[in-house]
């Protein structure tokens, strides 16, 4: 039986078990493809994140659902960064670059007086439309059209993994949201792997910005992401593109999530005039455990 060591970090939080759970292995050098996918799926959370060495950027971090890999994850790279950071394995470096199959991304680490942030760049955001029926989307998360807010587009967006942005009109829609994410792939027909991520403009917490919940692809193996960084980051481009009527030259957004599930937690989102995505957050270390595979 082969042993791996599994770091468990909640992800934009620094309460345990708040914020968004992610598995962080730190030797995957010594793991197989096939034996990654396989601990992911003993692991359970919607992401597990192995670091690997890299020819090109200081790491590189390979993310793993319980059903396939993932081009990036925002919570598993803030957990993956901050394991490594408070474990001494930078060698005090407050910048670094990661390879991902997102791209080669800048990350920016601060030691503050009682924590560690992490800010990391996101691939530049995307946009595709969404020509399904809105009525059946409604339907898939548990609500109905007349919930949505028609006077904001439907669209498929990404800063590194495609998700389905829907526009909610009120905060109290998502108490009733209740995924059948088995239906998400007859529904969103142009990207049926995507995820859906419904928000608002309402909030629990008065100092944030926008509120979302958001909903796995079936093809995941998970049901409902507690606090999404990818999905935050490409919200925040949605927000600077469609909903800055100030007219900022950048736009500073704070986004809440997980309210609904007990994992609340929230990211810190930043889209410059010429749309570069950051994303900023913090981490909490949970446990650590093994996971056995036949060798």
Same mark, same amino acid.
């Given at each position: 039986? @082969? ?23 730190? =030797? ?40 396939? #890999? ?22 005090? @470096?407050?910048?670094?670059?990661? #390879? ?10 601060? =030691? ?18 969404? =020509? ?6 409604? @339907? ?41 994410? @088995? ?23 008065? =100092? ?51 309210? #609904? ?35």
């Amino acid at each position: 039986m @082969k042993r791996v060591k599994v770091f468990h970090y909640d992800a934009f939080s620094r309460e345990p078990n708040k914020g968004n759970p992610a598995g962080v292995v730190l =030797n995957g050098d010594q793991l197989t493809e096939a034996e990654m996918q396989e601990v992911a799926l003993q692991v359970g959370f919607n992401e597990t994140a192995f670091v690997v060495p890299s020819e090109l950027a200081d790491i590189r971090i390979r993310f793993f659902t319980p059903g396939h #890999e993932m081009n990036l994850c925002g919570h598993a790279t803030m957990a993956t960064v901050y394991a490594l950071k408070s474990r001494g394995l930078l060698d005090g @470096k407050e910048q670094i670059t990661l #390879e991902t199959r997102a791209g080669i991304l800048p990350v920016t680490i601060k =030691n503050t007086e009682d924590d560690i942030k992490i800010t990391m760049k996101q691939a530049s955001p995307q946009f595709k439309e969404f =020509n399904g029926s809105k009525g059946e989307l409604a @339907k898939t998360i548990g609500l109905e059209e007349k919930d949505i807010d028609h006077t904001l587009p439907i669209l498929y967006g990404s800063t590194g993994t495609w998700t389905l942005l829907v526009p909610i009109k009120e905060l109290s829609s998502f108490d009733r949201m209740n995924p059948n994410n @088995k239906e998400f792939p007859h529904i969103l027909t142009e990207m049926p792997k995507a995820s859906v991520h419904p928000f608002c403009l309402e909030t629990y917490d008065h =100092n944030a910005d926008m509120h979302a919940r958001h909903f796995s692809s079936p093809y995941s193996g998970t049901i409902e992401d507690a606090v999404t960084g990818t999905a935050s980051g490409v919200m925040g481009a949605y927000f600077a593109k469609f909903l800055n009527n100030d007219g900022q030259e950048s736009v500073h957004l704070i986004v809440e999530q997980g309210q #609904e599930i007990g994992k609340a937690g929230k990211v810190f989102v930043n889209v410059s005039q010429k749309m570069d995505v950051e994303i900023t957050g913090e981490a909490v270390h949970v446990r650590d455990f093994e996971i056995l595979l036949d060798s």
